[in-house]
């Protein structure tokens, strides 16, 4: 069977993920998963947005604010793509203070962020207490594939050639990452939704 692609819009495609997390009951968690030239935080607060104008109250989460200590992240270098891939998001700090916490059976209590990467130490944020029917949407690169505890994955899928093209000069070693993530993952296969965004602005669904 040949796979259907629709072309869409970045408005449309917020709605079709707002849309999707509306129609489940209680509280949701959504991974926007796709590398820095999808934008996948931006593309989260525009779904954000839709959800708090339909009455759910979101949070929105970016995954560079969940990546461990630099003393772990950056121990074989600051280009090692192993560590990349696999060693810089802390998902157990993910499942303990957000994901955990956010699903149907948890606390509600949830932190949106948990390390500064930049000032390499842990933000001093209280704790929030989600609502019942709640959208937690955590945004980044290379999330799916862990066994992160999601309800809804939608995976912002660009092409090495495209990637290539579009990755700032300081990201370019992050390539052959984004490149394994894709063969050794299969993320497209996990999402719920697939998102062709070779051209970001001009992205296009396949089922």
Known sequence: MTAAITPTTREALA???????????????????????????????????LLRAAGRPPLVADARDWLR??????????????????????????RRELLGPAGADGSGRVLRRFHDAGRDRAFRDDYTTLAADAVVVLAGELLLGRGLPFDLRVHLRM?????????????????????????????????????????????????
């Not at 991974?31 to 999808?38: E, H, L």
């Open 159 to 207: 092409s090495t050639a495209a990637l290539g093209r579009r990755l700032p000069a300081d990201l370019g070693w992050t390539l052959p990452a984004h490149e394994r993530y894709e063969t050794e993952r299969s993320p497209g296969k996990e999402a719920d939704l697939l998102v062709l965004s070779d051209h970001p602005e001009r992205p296009a669904i396949r089922s």
């Open 15 to 49: 709605r079709r993920i707002a849309d999707l997390a509306l129609a489940v009951p209680g509280r949701v968690r959504v991974a926007v998963d796709g590398p820095p030239p999808t934008a996948p935080v931006e593309l989260a607060e525009a779904v954000a947005e």
């Open 69 to 94: 200590p630099a003393s772990v992240r950056l121990e074989y270098g600051r280009t090692d793509v192993d560590m990349f891939l696999d060693g810089w998001l802390d998902e157990g700090a993910l």
